[in-house]
């Protein structure tokens, strides 16, 4: 499957930012979902995962209570709606996925994703 992100840009801090992910498939509600980011200098991280029927969803600690991950798959689509950022959220985000034989598992290990997006800077000025 194809993965083409959009909507990253310059924030302030403490400012909300939404970056949303075109997958081009037919089968869009077989594939678990997440989102990674990869900061200058360091390597890349697990951010948030939802799983193909959307009733399932995981948060790296660093960004719980402030991500949303979510998912429309009538539109083939998946968001990270971004609240209240912070400098240290700065980084390329990509999404991912992954053929899921579960309706609720959701997936943090990056090595598992089989395909990867382009990726959309995020840069939060502080």
């Known amino acids: 499957v194809q993965l083409q992100a959009s909507g990253g840009g310059l924030v302030q801090a403490g400012g909300s930012l939404r970056i949303s992910c075109a997958a081009s498939?037919?089968?869009?509600?077989?594939?678990?979902m997440g989102w990674f980011r990869q900061a200058p200098g360091k390597e890349r991280e697990f951010v948030a995962a939802?799983?193909?029927?959307?009733?399932?969803?995981s948060y790296a600690d660093s960004v719980k209570g402030r991500f949303t991950i979510s998912r429309d798959n009538a539109k083939n689509t998946v968001s990270l709606q971004m609240n209240s950022l912070k400098a240290e959220d700065t980084a390329i985000y990509y999404c991912?996925?992954?053929?899921?034989?579960?309706?609720?598992?959701?997936?943090?290990?990056?090595?598992?994703?089989?395909?990867w997006g382009q990726g959309t800077q995020v840069t939060v000025s502080s």
């Open positions: 939802i799983s193909r029927s959307a009733t399932r969803t």
């Open positions: 991912a996925a992954l053929v899921s034989g579960s309706y609720y598992y959701t997936e943090v290990r990056a090595n598992e994703y089989s395909s």
């Open positions: 498939t037919r089968t869009f509600s077989v594939y678990g």
